[in-house]
């Protein structure tokens, strides 16, 4: 599931020391997984509040009791947690590759795959350009609103951006989808792209 560092193994290890408790384990939690505003976070947990709704997950040191909700599991597959010094000791650094990205299917409600195609694809290339677009509804079942923002709004090009890059890519990607609507007031042209 996720890598664990010898050396954030070792760090990890010695925190639960500290608390002489051999009760104690360590959970990997994740709020937001799937959204741009997703975190990792990490806290001492009883042993006894450990369930099957738990992973464990694995460490070279089998005594050092790391776990997650299952439901987590997938936001840190492919990630590594290392230990990093810096001037107040050091920290636990997780990468996590999966977490700010939804975890969709075909059977997904509509909003969800819209989100995700705009963050996984289309946002992706719209930041060399400082811009960014997000999903305001969908309307009548088959028609994405959208908002741009940073160097989108108010740039002379976002409506070859609109129909030749964001529409054609949901409504190819996207089926059910027949149109994409732009609500942005571009007006406002103080950080477009293109003026």
């Known amino acids: 599931m996720i890598e664990v560092t010898q050396a954030a193994e070792q760090f990890l290890a010695e925190l639960v020391e500290k608390q002489d408790a051999g009760h104690l384990g360590i959970q990997v939690e994740v709020t937001g997984g ?3 505003h997703a975190q990792i976070g990490m ?3 009883e042993m006894d509040q450990v369930g099957s709704d738990f992973t464990h997950i ?3 040191d089998e005594a050092l009791r790391l776990y997650t909700r299952a ?6 597959e492919g990630g590594r947690m290392d230990f990093r010094e810096n001037d107040t000791g050091g920290t636990i650094v997780v990468d996590a590759p999966n977490l700010h990205v939804p975890q969709i299917s075909e059977d997904s409600p509509l909003e969800d795959r819209v989100n995700y195609l705009l963050m996984a694809e289309i946002n992706p290339g719209l930041r060399s350009h400082g811009g960014m677009v997000s999903l305001v509804e969908i309307v009548d079942g088959n028609t994405a609103v959208l908002q741009f923002g940073g160097g989108c709004q108010g740039c ?3 409506d070859v951006t609109l129909k030749a890059g964001v529409e054609r890519t949901l409504v190819e990607k996207i089926p059910e989808l027949v149109a ?6 571009h007006s406002n042209r103080e950080n477009a792209y293109y003026r």
């Open 71 to 76: 439901d987590n599991a997938g936001w840190l």
């Open 58 to 60: 694995a460490t070279r």
């Open 34 to 36: 799937g959204t741009p």
């Open 156 to 158: 002379g090009m976002v």
């Open 43 to 45: 806290s001492f947990i």
């Open 180 to 185: 994409v609507r732009d609500v942005t007031d």
